[in-house]
């Protein structure tokens, strides 16, 4: 009999997850099975996915350094990390820009928002957010410049501050090969060697952490489907229905036609390839988390390291298909909900804003909702409206991570084609 892999572990555990959740969810609402026993078990399972996660998260920072590092030093000729770093933000753009374009299209078509009472869905709401817009976009935007430069790289490092963290492991791997060439030097290899090494490390403890996955997945699911239930789904049900069928549009139809096109790789082979990350990141919901596992998959299925090590950390921080969508999807739907008719220039300053505004969303779950506040700001709808969502953001959240993550390895493979 044929030995089952990682993935399949992944989805059985699963599958496992979401069968006793939701039974005891049932148990628990029927009177069954005391209420308080079922919210402990959700507590359980959540404690032990975030001990999943926490071990993911603790490779992060050293995996994106030594990787970064290493990719540019082999590169040899800065003009080749140049390249690379523009084709991949111009993918980065015009992948997020093509799931906004969708996710308004699919809005303007269910009309989730039309009908939905305002009231029960205030019910829903959390108690106590307050959403304090950060801004408009242009204070955002120069924020976010000067976040790239951080005072101290290895306080952004603690806190997982991943943008700075980029930049700086992207100069030091510049000037590795600025001094390299350098007449006389010597010392500047030895650098070099020793982050590669760090690489090599890093990737055997990651090899080592992914064998826990089916437990910290199985944690999550029962969370997940114990704690909420389908309960969450029916005052938001349209809504849920829309973001979901835009993630899969651009998730199946989208991204496979580029991959298909641009490299001539089977997308359902790849697809296959890249089960692992997949499922983790639906899982964990946070594509910096699942990088590691991304690496590992994408290099399996044939993707230069050189590649990887540069596209996939920077594509983790910047590259937010789902988050894009989801927030475009979302702002018009609350527009629905208020009875506002937002204009054609309105919904492009929506698809504008939620565009930028993905690019500084955090691989880490439910960031998103904070990016939202800025979008929901630009075209002067109440900030305190996110909170009326709140009630399904996770499994949303599950789902446009998972095409966050899919995004970034097919871009990997685009970028990988034309190098």
């Not at 690019?359 to 009326?388: D, E, F, Q, R």
Request: a negative charge; charged letters at 10%; aromatic letters at 8%.
């Amino acid at each position: 009999m044929k030995r089952l892999q990682l993935h399949h572990w992944i989805l059985i555990a699963m599958v496992l997850g979401a069968a006793l959740g939701l039974g005891l969810n049932w148990a628990g609402v029927r009177g069954t099975v005391d209420p308080e026993t079922v919210a402990d078990v959700a507590t359980v399972g959540k404690e032990v996915g975030d001990l999943f996660l926490r071990l993911l998260q603790m490779l992060v920072v050293p995996l994106i350094v030594s990787s970064l590092i290493t990719g540019v030093t082999g590169m040899g000729d800065l003009r080749t990390l140049g390249s690379i770093g523009g084709r991949a933000i111009a993918f980065y753009l015009t992948t997020s820009f093509l799931a906004i374009v969708t996710g308004i299209a699919m809005v303007n078509l269910v009309m989730p928002g039309e009908g939905a009472e305002l009231a029960m869905l205030e019910e829903g709401a959390a108690e106590g957010l307050v959403a304090q817009a950060p801004g408009g976009i242009g204070v955002v935007l120069w924020e976010q410049l000067e976040s790239l430069i951080p005072k101290n790289p290895l306080a952004a490092a603690t806190e997982g501050d991943m943008l700075p963290v980029i930049f700086f492991s992207l100069l030091i791997g510049v000037f590795i090969g600025l001094a390299e060439h350098r007449e006389g030097s010597k010392d500047a290899s030895v650098v070099r060697r020793f982050f590669s090494g760090l690489f090599d490390v890093m990737m055997q403890m990651t090899l080592f952490v992914v064998k826990f996955a089916p437990v910290g997945v199985f944690g999550f699911t029962l969370y997940a489907a114990a704690g909420k239930g389908p309960a969450a789904f029916k005052v938001l049900g349209w809504y849920v229905v829309t973001v979901f069928f835009a993630l899969v549009v651009h998730a199946t139809v989208t991204l496979p036609v580029i991959l298909k096109t641009m490299t001539g790789r089977s997308p359902i082979a790849y697809m296959r390839s890249m089960t692992t990350a997949l499922v983790t990141a639906f899982s964990t919901a946070s594509s910096n988390g699942t990088l590691p596992l991304t690496m590992q998959n994408v290099e399996d299925a044939g993707v230069r390291p050189q590649v990887t090590s540069f596209v996939l950390p920077l594509g983790a921080t910047i590259n937010m298909d789902g988050t894009a969508l989801y927030e475009a999807v979302a702002v018009l739907f609350i527009a629905q909900v208020y009875g506002v008719d937002l204009t054609l220039a309105q919904q492009g300053l929506v698809a504008l804003t939620a565009l930028l505004a993905s690019i500084g969303a955090a691989g880490i779950p439910h960031a998103g909702m904070v990016m939202m506040v800025v979008v929901l700001n630009a075209v002067g709808l109440p900030t305190s409206a996110v909170a009326l969502i709140l009630a399904v953001d996770r499994i949303l959240d599950m789902c446009r991570t998972t095409v966050n993550v899919w995004s970034d390895s097919i871009a990997a493979a685009v970028i990988d084609r034309g190098t």
